[in-house]
């Protein structure tokens, strides 16, 4: 199974401020034959499902606010908030879906 | 609008069964790989059982192996998870979700505990 592990396990940061996560494979999950990263982002607030964010590492998910942006390939992953709101205080979690089983990372705990 | 309800949860004795149901609307559910995922009380999430479109190829995490099955009705655009031999660590909200790109969208979740 592919372990992805994420870091850190929980952030405190300020309105306006920079978020990042990382995210690491203990695999890669770089397609080669068509270039593309199978890892995605996902958000979760409290009581409510998770909510996809990002997908092939950087596209963002249709109605997702553009300070949310992914980047990185292989076995390295980064989520960035550019300019932390309110409503961003969640758990952010990424997912491999380039093998099964599907795994995810333990999730980092974003407050503000 | 794109959505998946679950249902189907509650409180059940070790050993026992339930039978979840996951409806969905507003996408192509019979070309749709279809997911189940959990996530135990103040936990992350895992990767339970998924079935491709057509109910051909399924997979089961080694956790929930011989215990769990899942299946589909294209036909009633319903996903399934039937759950035998339940045990106290299979208490979880559990999740169905489209695959593809990541997953999405996901059901609001059906909370199964497990408790004598």
């Known amino acids: 199974d592919i372990v992805m592990t994420q870091s850190p396990d929980s952030l405190a940061l300020s309105l306006g401020e920079r978020a990042t996560i990382n995210c690491k494979s203990s695999?890669?999950?770089?397609?080669?034959?068509?270039?593309?990263?199978?890892l995605a982002w996902y958000q979760q607030k409290p009581g409510q499902p998770p909510k996809l964010l990002i997908y092939?590492?950087?596209t963002r998910e249709s109605g997702v606010p553009d300070r949310f942006s992914g980047s990185g390939s292989g076995t390295d992953f980064t989520l960035t908030i550019s300019s932390l709101q309110a409503e961003d205080v969640a758990d952010y979690y990424c997912?491999?879906?380039?093998?099964?089983?599907?795994?995810f990372g333990q999730g980092t705990k974003l407050e503000i | 609008e794109v959505q998946l309800v679950e249902s189907g949860g509650g409180l059940v004795q070790p050993g026992g069964s339930l039978r979840l149901s996951c409806v969905a609307s507003?996408?192509?559910?019979?070309?749709?790989?279809m997911h189940w995922v959990r996530q135990g009380p103040g936990q992350g999430l895992v990767c339970v059982s998924h079935?491709?479109?057509?109910?051909?190829?399924?997979y089961y995490a080694d956790s929930v192996k011989g215990r769990f099955t899942i299946s589909r009705d294209n036909a009633k655009n319903t996903l399934y998870l039937q759950m035998n031999s339940l045990r106290a660590d299979d208490t979880a909200v559990y999740y169905c979700?489209?695959?593809?790109?990541?997953?999405?969208?996901w059901g609001q979740g059906t909370l199964v505990t497990v408790s004598s």
């Open positions: 092939w590492a950087s």
């Open positions: 507003g996408f192509p559910f019979s070309s749709s790989w």
């Open positions: 979700a489209r695959g593809g790109t990541g997953f999405g969208p």
């Open positions: 695999q890669s999950v770089l397609y080669s034959s068509n270039n593309k990263n199978y």
């Open positions: 997912h491999q879906y380039y093998s099964t089983p599907c795994t």
């Open positions: 079935i491709n479109s057509d109910g051909s190829n399924t």
